[in-house]
């Protein structure tokens, strides 16, 4: 799942918005980054296509818990 959301581009994100995490999940993050990334990749982007992945596979799911 990491390199697959390490590995996807998305186009360049414009309006950006904070997202908020522990220094010990964004020291994590940063390593696999530097480790799968290259040179392309950020932490944020990594973010960005974990949050993308995640939405597109539970998508179904979550409208469902909505109508409960």
């Known amino acids: ?11 360049k994100i414009i309006d950006r ?4 995490v522990s220094s010990e999940v964004r020291d994590e993050l940063d390593k696999i980054v530097r480790c799968l990334g290259g040179r392309g990749m950020s932490v944020s982007g990594l973010v960005e296509n ?10 179904n799911d979550i409208d469902q818990w909505r109508k409960l």
Request: charged share 10%.
């Open 17 to 20: 918005k904070p997202v908020f």
């Open 1 to 11: 799942l990491f390199a697959l959301c390490v590995s996807e581009q998305f186009a």
């Open 50 to 59: 974990l949050a993308r992945h995640h939405l597109s596979t539970y998508g």
